[in-house]
């Protein structure tokens, strides 16, 4: 059998194995939204003076008069015919609200990723050089105290830091500047798109205001990629192979960039999998505090609205996102390490 | 290992962790606070004097006043006794409801095991914070559901463990002894099997315990959960976000720096544990 065709067979087999989690994820999400207090079609009505007909008519309009199962097998239908239902608060499809606010969310998150790798990585390799020393100390207490600050709160001293304090950083509200031009959409992406069309104040301003969001998530997922650096690296750096390269004489930096972190990367990249997941999911928090208008901060407000299809919407899509991303570290595993396939 | 062996480990542990040991005197001295907060301080946590609001920490009111004139610093100790009430009560839920379920499954296997399993496949499939987040709002926007939310979220990790912990020992020759000498499967599960799985928990016990405090604050400040005035940090730094374009710090870093110990502390005294436990998960 092929490489490609062994890894698109695995890519399968996993993705078969998921569809009954995700089975579960929308019936489970279906049933709790079902139990939230409060008369969604009460809250919709013209207003409180609204009459007992009109209430009824908007409970049959949304099909809240059938059964819980009904409901659910409707759900499922307009699920299998790609529809998420209407949100009731902005008047428009979900999915079409979700496809707006998803770039945000994601150009976020990306951001984050990269950054939180480029710190982590370096800081990783560094502490697994030298274990036990000053380095890997002070690499550990960075990453300890990265966890324990909340990014609600990392968040907005970054805020009075670099807004109110030094006044680089802008406004905290948003992704791009209100005066700047917002650019045609290519990627989704401000930044990005801001360049494709050449307007670099545009960019400058996108960028800007990413900065402080993507440092506040950066620094919350620090621990999980840097420990699992230098603790994939101290095993490596402990291998026959190592050794053998030592004693061939090659020079530190090619044994060390070259040999050992090709190797070492395979677990790091499984954890930001899962941190990249993690964090489009919880980065409700800062898009709260930045007033990022992102798909969590968009669930969080039908949340409170009790507003049902955007929060059942929002919850299938991170899943699956996670299933997606997930498959992904799996087949790029399997590219890179063809022993996993064999086993 | 015979008792005074293993005191004498532990303390050798402890003198060997410099940073342990602080943090376990840190925790002693944090619960401390919060079990005699309201005698630490001549403020009442919820008494208005709006002639002083908004003043930055001084000799008075050494973490400033908020925007009502109340002082943050009985504030925050006051949220400190409801923060970790929330996260011990959650964890201690998720832990005694994990542990049966997951050492029954790990002990029995079978059908009941294989849909457990699913469960906990699909609750792990959910973004947590927002799992949490839907739970209390369907649940209800209360204190007690805070607790509820944090515990269920917490479940698939210690059925999960306390499962892989049982399993692995379930062939072990003194259990196969223990069952020769006539007891009974439940007696097996909870008086043999689970006190051996206790120390491995108890590392995750100590680093949910942080995470369990995140996680309530968290709620709270999006508004669920905690409603004002009641202090709770998460809601001290909702209201204090105000202020921060403005330049009034101290509303957001006095509960910051609250939530911030709390977590380190808990966070390294896991850490410890596990170093004490198993030198070879060090990392």
Known sequence: ?343 | MSASGQTAHALYVLRANRISSAAAVLAVLLVLTAVFGPMLTQYDPLASDVAHALQPPDANHWAGTDQLGRDVLARVIAAGRLDYAIAAAAVFLSFVIGAVIGGACGFRGGAVDRWVGRIVDVLMAFPLFVLAMALVAALGNRVENIVTATAIINLPFYIRFARAEVAVRRQAGWVEAASASGNGPMRIVLGFLLPNVLPAMSVQISLNLGWAILNAAGLSFIGLGVHPPTPEWGIMVAEGARFITVGHWWLVAAPGLALMLSVLCFNLLGDGLRDMLDPRMRT
């Open chain 1, 1 to 343: 059998m092929t490489k490609s065709a062994a890894v698109l067979r695995l890519a399968g087999r996993r993705l078969a194995a998921s569809l009954p989690a995700l089975l579960g994820v929308v019936v489970f999400t279906f049933v709790l939204m079902r139990v939230l207090p409060g008369d969604p079609a009460v809250f919709f009505a013209s207003g409180p003076s609204a009459g007992q007909k009109e209430i009824e008519d908007i409970r049959h309009q949304m099909g809240l008069d059938r059964s819980i199962p009904v409901q659910l097998a409707f759900y499922l239908r307009d699920i299998g015919t790609g529809s998420l239902g209407h949100s009731m608060t902005t008047g428009q499809p979900v999915l079409k609200d979700l496809e707006e606010r998803l770039p945000a969310s994601l150009e976020l998150t990306f951001a984050a990723l990269v950054l939180a790798l480029g710190l982590a990585i370096p800081m990783g390799v560094l502490a697994a050089l030298n274990p036990g020393s000053t380095t890997d100390h002070a690499v550990r207490f960075l990453c300890t105290l990265g966890v324990c600050v909340p990014t609600f709160v990392s968040g907005l001293l970054l805020i009075y830091v670099f807004y109110y304090l030094a006044g680089i950083a802008p406004d905290p509200t948003g992704r791009i500047d209100i005066f700047a031009s917002q650019p045609p959409s290519h990627t989704g992406f401000l930044v990005i798109d801001s360049l494709i069309a050449g307007d670099f104040d545009a960019a400058r301003s996108a960028a800007s205001q990413l900065v402080l969001p993507a440092v506040t998530m950066a620094l919350f997922v620090l621990a999980p990629l840097a420990r699992m650096t230098r603790a994939s690296m101290l095993a490596v750096l402990g291998s026959d192979f190592i050794r053998t390269a030592r004693a061939m004489g090659l020079s530190r930096g090619r044994i060390v960039f070259v040999y050992a972190l090709r190797n070492a990367a395979l677990p790091v990249l499984t954890i930001a999998g899962i941190v990249f997941s993690t964090m489009l999911g919880a980065n409700v928090l800062v898009e709260k505090v930045f007033s990022w208008p992102g798909v969590a901060a968009y669930a969080l407000d039908a949340l409170l609205a009790t507003d049902y299809a955007p929060v059942q919407g929002f919850v299938l899509l991170m899943a699956v996102i996670f299933v997606f991303v997930n498959l992904l570290v799996d087949v790029l595993y399997g590219l890179a390490d063809p022993r996993v396939n064999a086993a």
